[in-house]
């Protein structure tokens, strides 16, 4: 909106330069920029704050400057004479939608072209002129804020009636356009059809044209988030909307259609008739605001004089009472933004004039608030990840119906008002959208690089919502299946944890090269080789790619990062290398854990050779091992060694029907 220094002077009793205007209003934090200046006038446009709909108008604009000077509110007259007697019934099919609403019929006026003064006070506004009936409308928005619609009576069949939309309901709105309605929409019917989005825009069936002899004047408080999601659906915003957002009172609705029958009874002549109207006066009671001036010194930083509150709040036509301890204020109407004691204070500063505050640094001592355990466990782990060469990258959650649907098994939680039909879904887990984001990277050339992230997934479980922490590792194009394996036993390692088991089982992203990983026989995530079909969905099917999720939740308050010294070993060690035979379903796993339970000095084993060719029978695999023993004690003789050797050939061809390759028996 813009407006002009003549037209908001039509409402000040008293005089005020250009200047002073501008001058007033920038104090106020308005920002006025001048779009055209002439030799007697001004015309501007302000950034008014969100909560400040009354200032959507020029007697808003004219109570805000007043405290500054000596002038007094000019009020436009409103009082007319009723020289018709019809009247529209009125219908509120819920009042949580419509607070109020109120028509008045005004019969056999005169449309025509708008005359030139009230034409010109129209284009200052930054509003194209109509006929004289519609910039009337548009007038008294910009004089008092309160937007109306003009319907054409004879246009409307029986009744007028606020409702939401019907499912599959259409509308052809004044600017030509064909807008689908559903019931997220809330309109203005008759006894057949909607005539109107309410708050927004009217419809083309019951627009004033230069034949309108009779006229419906509607002028409503309509619940802004209405109004807003109506907006939002239709993508269509409107001056009339911006102030029904804003919040309009129910004395500004009166005021506003007043004015309108007036200026139409002086402009377009014709006979009207009395108010009908419906709804509740209870939504908009303002609160009563108890405040003291030590809560206003404290919040402020300085002292302010308990007159300058007096006047100031008296001027801006507050009601102001005080008692011994406080002051009781109830703000006007139209000042829907006062609520608590702190929106009075900003009142008082703001014409007190902020730069006038001296600015001085608050003395406080800062202490250092520790991280809670969960969130200081996850920062070690992404430490750990990136020094296990792995990039982080953060997602945000929300993810397609296609992403989710890797896991049949998992319900997904939908989400009600979606910001986009391909993000309706909470994710179920962090591997597709890891892997869009390969994707993109692939599309511009890097090839080769590893990728972590650590964040909630979100499922319905039994009818309760439930979310978990995971990590999840991508490594592309870099290394094998074993180093990723590697990778994660050594973040375990680092984590402090052991019992770390890999079973070969089918997974989501893999039902054929996939481990599932268990920490003390639970399982808490899988290791796998992402498959053919996932590639193809995601183009990658030229990329080698290597994955593991794992479930954060059972591991967090296990582990440790406290490292204890170990001495080091005083005795050398003794390394013997075994090469077995074994059935081809032989786990790793199993063969460590049977040589372990022997109660040997053995301080490590590691697995060097694995074997399978034509020239071994069917079923049948080769496994080649290194066993180091160590005794704490003393020396281990070759005697002993050869002794435990011997205990661990019988152990695995005994337990395990293993087979020691070489035909002399030899170690």
Partial sequence: MRYSYRLISEYINGLISPEELIRYLEILGLNPSVVVKSKDDIVFELETPANRGDLLCLLGVAREILPFTNASLKIPRLTFEETSTRITPVKIEDENDCIYYSCRIVEKISVEKTGLSLKEKIEKLGYRTCLNVVDISNYVMAETGQPLHIFDLDKIDGYVEVRRARKGECLVTIDGKKREIDENVLVIADSKKAIAIAGIMGGQNSEVTADTKNILIESAVFNPVVVRRGSKKIGLATEASARFEKGISIDTCKIGMARAALLIKEICRGDIGPLSESGSKKKFSHPVVKFNMERVNKLSGIEVEEKFVMDLLTRLSFKVKKNKKFFIVSPPFYRNDIKEDVDIVEEILKYRQYETIPANIPFASIKNTPSSPEIATLEKIRDICVWLGFTEVVHMGLTSMDNVSFNREIIPAEIENPISSNLKFLRTSLIPEILETIRFNIYHSTRNFNLFEIGKVYYKEKGSFREETRVSFMSINSGNFFTLKGKIENLFDKLHLKNLQF???????????????????????????????????????????????????????????????????????????????????????????????????????????????????????????????RSATGTLENEDVVKFSKKIIETICLKMKGQLRGADGET
């Fill in 503 to 629: 079973k070969e089982e089918p997974g989501v992203f893999a039902t054929e090269n996939n481990l599932a990983i268990y920490l003390d026989d639970v399982p808490i995530g899988n290791i796998f080789i992402l498959s053919d079909e996932i590639k193809e969905r995601f183009d990658l099917k030229r990329e080698e790619i290597y994955g593991s999720e794992i479930n954060l939740e059972n591991i967090i308050g296990k582990v440790s990062f406290i490292t204890f010294f170990k001495e080091p070993p005083k005795y050398p060690s003794s390394r013997r290398d075994f090469s077995f035979f074994f059935p081809e379903d032989i786990e790793w796993k199993e063969i460590e854990n049977t040589i372990l339970s022997l109660n040997l000095p053995v301080e490590k084993i590691e697995f060097f050779d694995f074997y399978k060719r034509d020239a071994i029978p069917n079923n049948i695999i080769s496994i080649s091992f290194s066993v180091f023993f």
